[in-house]
């Protein structure tokens, strides 16, 4: 019997899918990539191509501090829709969340602190993941 629990690899690969989705229905934007990585009690996720094309727009017209402000409303309004789905895929409380873009890369990099580690099981091919918790079914 395996375990209803998901791998590390597919939350944060659902994740990454769901904040894609978010900001693609929020902001009319598409990211070109988002990475997640779940450390302990943290996340770390990086956006690639975060800047909106009015953003870039205005980059390109050398307004970095207006872009850099409206870039930190934008994450600001976007921040309790991220913690919210952050909770609801790895089924953990946000304690702490905080971002910070480049202009230059076009990324933004957010990590999210947790009141206790998410939990998942082993990889299917036996092998552990590096985080704890795992969980074995009980020998009968």
Request: aromatic content about 4%.
């Amino acid at each position: 019997m395996t375990s209803s629990y998901p791998t590390k690899g597919q939350l944060e690969r659902t994740l990454s899918q769901k904040i894609q989705a978010l900001y693609r229905t929020q902001l009319g934007h598409r990211l070109g990539e988002v990475d997640c990585q779940i450390f302990d009690q943290k996340i770390a996720i990086v956006l690639e191509n975060s800047l909106t094309q009015p953003e870039q727009l205005l980059a390109h017209q050398g307004n970095q501090e207006l872009v850099l402000e409206l870039h930190s409303n934008l994450d600001e309004a976007m921040r309790p829709q991220l913690t919210q789905l952050i909770e609801e895929v790895v089924g953990v409380s946000v304690v702490d969340f905080m971002s910070d873009a480049t202009l230059e890369t076009e990324r933004t990099g957010m990590i999210a602190i947790l009141s206790t580690h998410p939990s998942f099981r082993d990889r299917p091919n036996g092998k552990s993941d590096p985080q704890k918790p795992t969980f074995d079914e009980p020998s009968i």
